[in-house]
């Protein structure tokens, strides 16, 4: 619609919304504010992009998404959180450093009861190493401005290069 491109295939399983926005984002060289504007159709956002939403199943507008990213609405199904009462999403940016390296994260860590990355078999991270602090995990221009950094600081979550998904 838009004239971006994407490839489904730099999506790997379970990748989080978040993750496919970011890859998205590079690949375009689209602006985060301009993102979050053709992501949403409520006026809120159009007038403020760096309001935010959430990113659960109930608050994300799934076949608007697949729309714009060109990508089947179950992959986007597969990329946000489903809450319950079995199972609680944390309300923190939660990542695998190892993951990370590789421009990838799962939104498997973002559950409350993921302590240990299910790839890796290392402790999910909830804090950046530099600044000390938390992100918030919601969908907001600013996080979406930050592709694989700390939305507060800037650090990199990992070691990971820019084109290390197109790789693949």
């Given at each position: ?9 730099w999506?790997?399983p ?22 979050m504007?053709?992501l949403?159709?409520?006026?809120v956002?159009?007038d ?6 959430g ?32 199972r609680?999403?944390?309300t ?5 450093p ?14 409350v ?5 299910p790839?890796h078999?290392?402790?999910v991270?909830?804090?950046c ?22 939305s507060?600081?800037?650090?990199r ?12």
């Open positions: 619609k838009y004239g971006y491109v994407f490839d489904q295939a999506i790997d379970y990748e989080s919304l978040v993750g496919i926005l970011w890859k998205y984002a590079l690949t375009n060289s689209l602006a985060a504010h301009k993102l504007q053709q949403s159709d409520d006026q956002l159009i403020d992009p760096y309001a935010s939403t990113l659960a199943d109930h608050e994300v507008d799934l076949l608007r998404i697949a729309r714009l990213i060109g990508i089947p609405k179950k992959a986007v199904q597969h990329s946000i959180t489903k809450t319950g009462i079995w609680k999403a944390s923190d940016f939660r990542w695998c190892k993951c990370m390296d590789r421009g990838y994260h799962s939104v498997l860590h973002q559950y009861d993921v302590q240990v990355c790839i078999g290392v402790q991270l909830s804090r190493t530099a600044c000390r602090l938390a992100s918030q995990y919601r969908l907001t221009a600013i996080i979406l401005d930050s592709p694989f950094r700390c507060l600081c800037g650090r979550y990992a070691k990971w290069g820019r084109s290390s998904f197109l790789q693949r």
